[in-house]
């Protein structure tokens, strides 16, 4: 048995919506249903073929017949509703949580030969795992699961959409107890029409809209050599790295490392024989550039990029990471993306990590490669990431090194 607890997506938007429905369903059980519904309340307002009103295609979706009914609709609506609410707001939310519920009510009274009275919310919580097939089809869902093992998995949304279409076409087709199978499938198929229809006409009307990119935070810049007082530097430590930032004499590099953990005298005159501007760090742990986890995937739009790594997820803004580094080493290539003094994420060019382009307007993904990555980030940055192509780990650390205490201090790579 697998049962979708929740997903792994940030939401931007309270789910509102969603809650209301959410409660709805509760005090319509508690008010009319609890602990079964009476006759009367089928035959009144839940979907009745032998005695069919209008107002029973709105008043069946919030009508359960026991607690486990009740229990398991709202659990599904809790996890695809706010998929849902995220991407289409409030007011799209209710309209395809009662387009779903007409979809099941039609195809419920078309294709059973007797049908017998339906109530629940589960045609139209069906509209809702059809219209997040459409709009994050590569969103993964927490599933509880409990068969010779008991545990909580992520899954993608569409390979456990996937497997619960086939199990209603199974049970439809060789009619397996009381449940409206006939019905979640209509409900499905309103909700995946009705957001591919969404997501179409958006595509033929809107044009991606650049978002206004965030003012960098200024950052504490490291202590130049020039300056007189290297007091401001902790006395008690001694490994020190000098930085030539600009060297205007003839036949030596403009910028780059001179050395690392040198003792502070010797350090000291290094700078003195340079002669030029250069920078001095203290080379410690604490001040080092973050060191990169390597990532499970990596999705982006318009505002924002998500690193998944480990089931869990990080969002940002364009703007956000300090720095990124594009980087060939020893026939790989890979970027690096330093967010904070303690989070980095590295993106290596390979099959195993997948990479989607989100178009919101549009509201479709696509798969994608490193260079489109690159590109999106050069884009919404205004420049293209640094780095190049470095010849060993030690040199490559040493420019990062570098670059993270520019950056940090709020000059340009």
Known sequence: MFIPIGDDQEHERTPWANRALLAANALAFVLFCLPRPSERVIWDFALNPSELRPLQFLTHLFLHGDLLHVAGNLLFLWTFGRLVEERLGPAGHLALYLLGGLGSAGLHLLAEADPAPALGASGAVAGMIGACLVFCPRAHIKVFYWFFFVGV????????????????????????????????????????????????????????????????????????????????LDASLDAFAVVLLDDPREGQPRSGVVGRRLPRREAERLIAALGGRAALIADQEANLAPRPQAVDSVSWDERQVRFRRAGEMRLLA????????????????????????????????KRGVPLTRVDTERRQ?????????????????????????????????DYVFRAWHLTRAGRPV
């Open 318 to 349: 364009w703007s956000a990471p300090a720095l990124w580094v594009d980087v060939e080493l020893g026939g790989e290539r890979f970027l690096d993306v330093l967010v904070s003094r303690s989070v980095a994420f590295r993106v290596p060019e």
């Open 365 to 397: 993904e696509e798969s994608a490669s490193l260079a489109e990555l690159i590109a999106a980030a050069t884009e919404r940055r205004g420049a293209p990431p640094a780095g190049g192509r470095f010849e060993s780990a030690a040199e490559l650390e």
């Open 153 to 232: 998995a992520l899954v993608p949304v569409a390979l456990w959409a996937l497997i619960w279409v086939a199990t209603q076409v199974l049970f439809a087709a060789i009619d397996r107890g009381s449940t409206a199978y006939w019905g979640h499938l209509g409900g499905f198929a309103a909700g995946f029409g009705a957001a591919w229809i969404l997501r179409e006409a958006a595509a033929r009307r809107l044009k991606p809209r650049d978002p206004p990119l965030e003012t960098r935070e200024t950052r504490r810049p490291f202590q130049d050599a020039e300056d007189d007082d290297l007091a401001l």
